[in-house]
């Protein structure tokens, strides 16, 4: 499909949705009807940032506690998958570990660590992979060390979660469980138990308070996998968004504060959880469209974060926006994201340290982020003048 033709959203395909233009799509589908019925998607696809906050405000009409909803089938019930009272009971213990001054106390030393340890091992090469050098390694460093995972190293949590978000994206209702997902999930709980038994600060350890082990181990799981995908692809499309805008990328060098603004930019401009879905629990009528009980209703957070109506020139990165934080790509309304100060904490520093310990830094050819549910780049292949 050429994206800035005339659009049919009975045409459209997940292959428009998750390409470099998704975008011109998405905004073509939110000209045509802010809320429309995607044929390839299942579902309703809703396009309008307003739109899109009331959908994920109202867990009364649009639920995730819906068996279509697949995680809650590996995992058990956790704050991702349930809405109301059980959802708050959930939710509840995790607030306060991961409140803005909590997480600066707990976390910011062991990023900076931890960045500094990740640059050091390619600083003299020249050349690297960006996402799977820093952003990769750095996301399930600090997911697992926030969660008092021992003994876990970054092969055999990414292996958990090949397995895992494998199974969650196949799964169909009815279908089973497959194996080795089954076998991920017990080997992730024993780490998990281990935790819990330990000494070490842990959000986990202060949630036994209120919950059970198996309340502890399901939100654990959706904890660490959503913070491993979504903070790899924030830290890697705010690296990307600066190199690709010499001028904002000179600004950022002359000013490390501008890190804010350059992160919430990007999560605007390119979230790294493109799209959420919630499940009609009645028939409602949403911008005109008849949504019927049980529908898949998916949030399009990309076009959201690209509503003219909001963001006048929403498809320029502009560092002197006044609204960035009306962008919504930590969702909005009871499910807004638990740890989002963690991942913007990661994020700020990973730029930062970045552009400081990697002189010259620049692209070494075009890439774009790509992804219908999840967007960031395959690679973010990078150079620098290496220190002699």
Same mark, same amino acid.
């Given at each position: 499909?050429?994206?800035?033709?005339?659009?049919?959203?009975?045409?459209?395909?997940?292959?428009?949705? &998750?390409?470099?233009?998704?975008?011109?799509?998405?905004?073509?589908?939110?000209?045509?009807?802010?809320?429309?019925?995607?044929?390839?998607?299942?579902?309703?696809?809703?396009?309008?940032?307003?739109?899109?906050?009331?959908?994920?405000?109202?867990?009364?009409?649009?639920?995730?506690?819906?068996?279509?909803?697949?995680?809650?089938?590996?995992? @058990?019930?956790?704050?991702?998958?349930?809405?109301? /009272?059980?959802?708050?009971?959930?939710?509840?213990?995790?607030?306060?570990?991961?409140?803005?001054?909590?997480? *600066?106390?707990?976390?910011?030393?062991?990023?900076? *660590?931890?960045?500094?340890?990740?640059?050091?091992?390619?600083?003299?090469?020249?050349?690297?992979?960006?996402?799977?050098?820093?952003?990769?390694?750095?996301?399930?460093?600090?997911?697992?060390?926030?969660? @008092?995972?021992?003994?876990?190293?970054?092969?055999?949590? $990414?292996?958990?979660?090949?397995?895992?978000?494998?199974?969650? !994206?196949?799964?169909?209702?009815? !279908?089973?469980?497959?194996?080795?997902?089954?076998?991920?999930?017990?080997?992730?709980?024993?780490?998990?138990?281990?935790?819990?038994?330990?000494?070490?600060?842990?959000? $986990?350890?202060?949630?036994?308070?209120?919950?059970?082990? /198996?309340?502890?181990?399901?939100?654990?799981?959706?904890?660490?996998?959503?913070?491993?995908?979504?903070?790899? @692809?924030?830290?890697?499309?705010?690296?990307?968004?600066?190199?690709? %805008?010499?001028?904002? $990328?000179?600004?950022?060098?002359?000013?490390?504060?501008?890190?804010?603004?350059?992160?919430?930019? !990007?999560?605007?401009?390119?979230?790294?959880?493109?799209?959420?879905?919630?499940?009609?629990?009645?028939?409602?009528?949403?911008?005109?469209?008849?949504?019927? &009980?049980?529908?898949?209703?998916?949030?399009?957070?990309?076009?959201?974060?690209?509503?003219?109506?909001?963001?006048?020139?929403?498809?320029?990165?502009?560092?002197?926006?006044? %609204?960035?934080?009306?962008?919504?790509?930590? *969702?909005?309304?009871?499910?807004?994201?638990?740890?989002?100060?963690?991942?913007?904490?990661? *994020?700020?520093?990973?730029?930062?340290?970045?552009?400081?310990?990697?002189?010259?830094?620049?692209?070494?050819?075009?890439?774009?982020?790509?992804?219908?549910?999840?967007?960031?780049?395959?690679?973010?292949?990078?150079?620098?003048?290496?220190?002699?």
């Amino acid at each position: 499909m050429q994206p800035r033709e005339p659009i049919d959203a009975a045409r459209v395909e997940i292959a428009d949705l &998750a390409g470099p233009d998704a975008a011109h799509v998405l905004a073509q589908l939110r000209t045509l009807s802010p809320v429309a019925w995607v044929p390839e998607v299942g579902g309703w696809l809703v396009t309008g940032h307003d739109l899109t906050g009331q959908v994920m405000r109202d867990d009364v009409t649009f639920t995730v506690d819906d068996p279509n909803f697949s995680t809650a089938r590996l995992t @058990g019930p956790s704050m991702l998958s349930l809405d109301g /009272a059980p959802h708050r009971r959930h939710r509840t213990p995790f607030v306060g570990p991961f409140r803005p001054r909590r997480v *600066a106390e707990r976390f910011e030393d062991e990023i900076t *660590a931890l960045v500094h340890g990740l640059l050091a091992r390619i600083r003299a090469d020249g050349h690297a992979d960006l996402r799977r050098s820093l952003a990769g390694p750095l996301s399930v460093a600090v997911v697992t060390s926030a969660l @008092g995972l021992e003994q876990v190293d970054a092969g055999m949590v $990414l292996d958990w979660y090949g397995h895992i978000v494998g199974a969650v !994206s196949t799964m169909t209702t009815g !279908s089973a469980v497959p194996p080795e997902a089954t076998a991920a999930m017990a080997a992730l709980a024993a780490h998990i138990r281990a935790g819990l038994r330990s000494t070490q600060d842990s959000v $986990l350890r202060e949630a036994t308070r209120d919950l059970d082990e /198996a309340d502890i181990i399901a939100n654990a799981a959706v904890m660490m996998f959503g913070g491993i995908e979504t903070t790899e @692809g924030m830290i890697s499309n705010a690296l990307l968004h600066l190199l690709q %805008n010499p001028g904002a $990328l000179e600004a950022m060098r002359a000013d490390p504060a501008l890190a804010e603004v350059v992160v919430e930019e !990007s999560l605007r401009l390119e979230p790294a959880a493109a799209a959420v879905d919630r499940y009609a629990t009645r028939d409602v009528v949403l911008a005109g469209a008849q949504i019927r &009980a049980r529908d898949l209703v998916r949030v399009s957070i990309t076009a959201a974060n690209r509503d003219p109506a909001v963001f006048p020139d929403p498809d320029r990165y502009d560092l002197h926006r006044t %609204n960035l934080r009306a962008q919504l790509s930590f *969702a909005q309304g009871p499910h807004v994201c638990v740890a989002a100060e963690l991942a913007r904490l990661e *994020a700020r520093l990973a730029v930062i340290l970045t552009l400081r310990e990697l002189p010259g830094l620049r692209l070494e050819r075009p890439v774009q982020p790509t992804g219908h549910i999840f967007r960031k780049p395959a690679e973010l292949p990078v150079c620098w003048a290496p220190l002699r």
